[in-house]
């Protein structure tokens, strides 16, 4: 089993540097895909960015491309997900998750965090 925990939410300026983190506890999560998705206020949960198990391969979702970047840090068993110059529509509420192979899919996902709210304010 592995637990996921999110950090790094709150209230924002646009345009100011926002960086999440997510720790897993239990099992190691150094053999997992991980992936970012996005749910803000009246919308379907959305991909945001994705990485595997080595960090070699990313993956990015249409709508932030070019804005974020997601890494890991396996030695700390840590993910980052990083949004650069945000914007008003990126308030959401941010959550991690663990998969066996990168995937863009929520459903391919296992195990899910609880999320964390960020608020963009204009």
């Known amino acids: 089993q592995v637990q996921l925990v999110e950090s790094g939410g709150g209230l924002v300026q646009a345009g100011e540097s926002l960086r999440f983190s997510c720790v897993p506890s239990?099992?190691?999560?150094?053999?997992?895909?991980m992936g970012w998705f996005r749910q803000g206020p009246g919308k379907e949960r959305e991909f945001v960015a994705a990485i595997s198990p080595f960090g070699e391969t990313t993956y990015y979702g249409d709508s932030v491309k070019g804005r974020v970047t997601i890494s890991r840090d396996n030695a700390k068993k840590e993910v980052y997900l990083q949004i650069h110059f945000p914007k008003p529509e990126d308030t959401a509420v941010y959550y991690c998750?663990?998969?066996?192979?990168?995937?863009?899919?929520?459903?391919?996902?296992?195990?899910w965090g609880q999320g964390t709210q960020v608020t963009v304010s204009s």
């Open positions: 239990g099992r190691t999560v150094g053999h997992y895909a």
């Open positions: 998750a663990a998969s066996l192979g990168i995937e863009r899919l929520a459903q391919r996902y296992m195990y």
